[in-house]
């Protein structure tokens, strides 16, 4: 993974530290398994975390390897057509929407996931489109890097206090890493 300078412009272990902003590079496919794993580490029943990017930027891997690091024997799939997909893992089941087809919170909200929401770690594909259904929630931009084929940029943001306290404990586990 590259380094980042924080708000001082000192060099600090691979990332910027702000009040609620996570930036880093990886550069290839185990980087981000490794950043999922320890991403999995913090959540637990309510967190809602949104994915963002262009097509193919690894929004379904990151997922993966998500709900694989929670402990899960269920194949895991871009829930795209389905709208969501449900995996069973050892400590918190995972609810896995793709939005893109909704246009808003609305739309979400006629899909009756609510419960399960409230009951699961819910991951959100396209999260941007239904943000007005929730107050609190972990939003990972992943962003292709030009001339870079398997880098990516991706900025974790945290809307609301438990989001925030989730990203505060990630950059402090990723700093000591």
Not at 22 to 28: A, G, R, W
Request: aromatic share 10%; glycine share 6%.
């Amino acid at each position: 993974m590259v380094v980042a300078a924080d708000r001082s412009n000192r060099v600090v272990n691979d990332l910027e530290i702000s009040q609620s902003k996570f930036e880093l590079f990886v550069k290839n496919e185990a980087d981000t398994a490794q950043l999922a794993a320890l991403f999995s580490n913090f959540l637990k029943t309510g967190d809602v975390i949104f994915l963002e990017g262009v097509l193919a930027s690894g929004k379904t891997f990151f997922v993966r390897k998500v709900v694989e690091s929670l402990g899960t024997e269920d194949e895991i799939s871009s829930p795209t057509y389905a709208i969501a997909n449900f995996y069973s893992c050892t400590l918190n089941d995972v609810l896995h929407v793709d939005a893109y087809r909704l246009k808003d919170g609305q739309d979400f909200h006629n899909l009756g996931l609510e419960t399960e929401v409230e009951g699961s770690i819910c991951l959100i594909e396209w999260g941007s489109r239904v943000k007005d259904a929730f107050d609190d929630f972990l939003k990972v931009s992943i962003k292709l890097v030009p001339k870079k084929p398997s880098e990516r940029e991706i900025i974790i943001t945290a809307h609301g206090a438990r989001a925030t306290n989730l990203l505060n404990h990630l950059k402090m586990q990723y700093k000591t890493e």
